[in-house]
């Protein structure tokens, strides 16, 4: 079974803290993503990288940055936590090869910034 | 640019019947995918069913079916006999082939028994 694991399920975070959240696959996928969750708005695209040491931004990148040293890991860091991040941030991943449109997603990251 | 309306924020079925869940989109491309993903309370999200924009014939998975309606840009998802088991959020998302893809502010569903 393909497997996308993210480190925490849950976080309580301060403001200012630096907060990195995790995401290994297990599948040798290419392309990695890191979406953010919230209600009425669905699913928005904070960055996706699409090969190691490679990164694009997404729809909503400001407040956030990336890392992928290993094609399996993709890390989000959140430099300086604010309270309008709290919210639920997912992984997923998705092969470079024929193209299917299937994302194999993590199970999620509830992230609280108090 | 590219946007999925999901205009239902909830829905609720009684178990054994049929629901249809609502989605349109909009999009410049001519070739594109579409997809219904079902996220399980405090579970990961997967796919439910997948639809080639250029294949006319709506897509089906066992329960599950869509009608797919080019012209108008809509793309619902038919959950026929539903189950305990089908109660979660509903995404519907688009991704052109030239773009990231789209996902829709979702449909919570509740199955009652």
């Known amino acids: 079974d393909v497997k996308v694991t993210q480190s925490s399920r849950y976080l309580v975070k301060r403001t200012g803290e630096k907060v990195f959240l995790e995401c290994v696959q297990d599948m040798d996928h290419e392309n990695m993503f890191w979406y953010r969750q919230d209600p009425g708005l669905g699913l928005r695209l904070i960055y996706f990288?699409?090969?190691?040491?490679?990164?694009e931004k997404g729809d909503i990148p400001e407040g956030y940055s990336v890392s992928r040293e290993k094609k399996e890991r993709f890390s989000l860091i959140l430099e300086s936590a604010s309270t309008n991040q709290t919210s639920m941030y997912l992984c997923a991943s998705w092969t470079g090869g024929e193209y299917t449109g299937e994302l194999f997603f993590g199970e999620g990251s509830r992230l609280t910034v108090l | 640019a590219q946007t999925v309306t999901q205009s239902q924020p909830e829905m609720s079925v009684q178990e054994a019947e049929t629901v249809t869940l609502s989605c349109t989109y909009d999009t410049s491309e001519s070739d594109y995918y579409l997809f219904w993903y079902k996220q399980p309370p405090s579970r990961q999200m997967i796919l439910v069913i997948r639809?080639?924009?250029?294949?006319?014939q709506n897509a089906t998975e066992n329960r599950f079916s869509v009608n797919f309606q080019k012209a108008a840009k809509s793309f619902s998802l038919k959950i026929s006999d539903s189950q305990l088991g089908d109660a979660a959020m509903y995404f519907c998302a688009l991704n052109p082939m030239t773009d990231d893809m789209r996902f829709g502010a979702g449909t919570r569903l509740t199955v009652k028994p």
């Open positions: 639809q080639e924009a250029y294949k006319q």
């Open positions: 990288s699409y090969d190691v040491k490679m990164k």
